[in-house]
């Protein structure tokens, strides 16, 4: 804890602390997970190291911004929308087309540790951080190339929120990216509040500067679907369905790739017993709240999306209330001829590969199935 700390003053050229402790609950659980699993590498050691350091520098920037900015506290998130649903369930390529549109604000990667201070106006894509952030993408392709099959994501391009939550140490990133039972289940109950109250200050800080209707993707936020709704009231909801049984093969299979970057084996293990839980969380919650609110939320479903993704993004924008304008629709045209389908290569996946059977996860989807009959047969 102490080394983490020094390096995150270090590398912000000693700002104060955090405006508060909510960061410190879960850091202490993952660092006690780690001393008792022992199954970090060298490498790993230092990467885990790093991005701690990362997260709570990043922390320190923003708070740092909104004591000399007080009046952005009072600024609203007006109308957001948010992407959510199983992991590999399409929900990137739904946050792609959106961010085509020019009328259209999302995070970027470059900006998920960069929020404060902002991009200049108009300036998202040219600022310094961008074009460094930008310039590791070929080693990333070329050092990475099985991860970057299975999902990759430009400097430049839209990220997820998970970055926003871990400067809380409230995360699902953190959860998967090594082997952390406790925290993975302390994450599944825990209070999110603070970590939503920080993503909301994130979000004040980069509308300051380059504004736009917020379109916000992030699979987990299916997790803390209250919680969201709490912290955005005016929000909407686009939930992405497919298969389940695909998608979540497909997650641990993505999760089973990048570990031997940090750990001694793949850990299937933890995967089969903990993912499971944190599947049928994905779709269950969502599944309670959507019945409560069906007004706020739109289901799109990943075969239709597929099959006509300029036609589905016509009913998004029709259910929206937002403009369909031709700047829209040559943007995403233009993004689906550059981007076809396993652009960087084609991502293979089984339950099998990891000791497992579609008959460990049905129990957990068969409330969902039964409102969306999304699974293929066998």
Request: charge should be negative; proline fraction near 7%; include cysteine.
């Amino acid at each position: 804890m102490d080394d983490i700390i020094a390096g995150a003053l270090e590398k912000t050229a000693g700002l104060p602390n955090p405006d508060c402790d909510s960061w410190r609950e879960g850091l202490e659980i993952l660092l006690r997970d780690h001393a008792h699993a022992d199954r970090l590498t060298e490498r790993g050691l230092v990467s885990v190291r790093n991005r701690y350091v990362d997260c709570l520098a990043a922390r320190m920037a923003v708070d740092d911004y909104h004591r000399r900015h007080p009046e952005l506290a009072a600024t609203a998130i007006k109308r957001p929308v948010f992407i959510l649903g199983l992991p590999r369930t399409g929900t990137t390529m739904l946050s792609y087309l959106f961010e085509s549109d020019p009328a259209v604000r999302s995070v970027l990667r470059w900006e998920a540790y960069n929020a404060a201070p902002p991009a200049a106006p108009g300036a998202l894509r040219t600022d310094p951080r961008c074009l460094a952030e930008v310039a590791k993408d070929e080693m990333i392709l070329k050092v990475a190339a099985k991860v970057a099959a299975a999902h990759f994501e430009p400097g430049d391009s839209p990220t997820e929120c998970v970055h926003s939550l871990a400067q809380d140490f409230k995360s699902l990133m953190l959860a998967v990216i090594t082997t952390t039972p406790t925290y993975h289940d302390w994450l599944m109950m825990t209070d999110m509040e603070s970590a939503f109250t920080h993503r909301k200050r994130v979000l004040q800080i980069l509308q300051s500067t380059n504004g736009g209707r917020w379109v916000l993707k992030m699979p987990s936020d299916s997790l803390f679907i209250r919680q969201l709704f709490k912290t955005f009231p005016d929000a909407r909801v686009i939930w992405t369905h497919r298969d389940p049984y695909a998608a979540s093969a497909s997650a641990i299979g993505m999760r089973g790739l990048s570990r031997p970057f940090s750990e001694v084996d793949a850990g299937a293990e933890y995967m089969r017993q903990h993912f499971p839980l944190q599947f049928g969380f994905h779709v269950s919650r969502p599944l309670e709240v959507s019945q409560e609110r069906p007004a706020d939320f739109y289901h799109l479903y990943y075969d239709t999306m597929i099959a006509d993704p300029v036609a589905e993004m016509r009913c998004v924008y029709g259910w929206l209330g937002d403009d369909w304008t031709p700047d829209a629709e040559a943007g995403m045209r233009q993004w689906l001829a550059d981007n076809p389908q396993n652009k960087h290569g084609k991502h293979s996946y089984s339950f099998e590969e990891w000791g497992m059977t579609r008959d460990d996860v049905a129990p957990f989807f068969a409330d969902y199935l039964r409102v969306h009959p999304v699974a293929k047969a066998v």
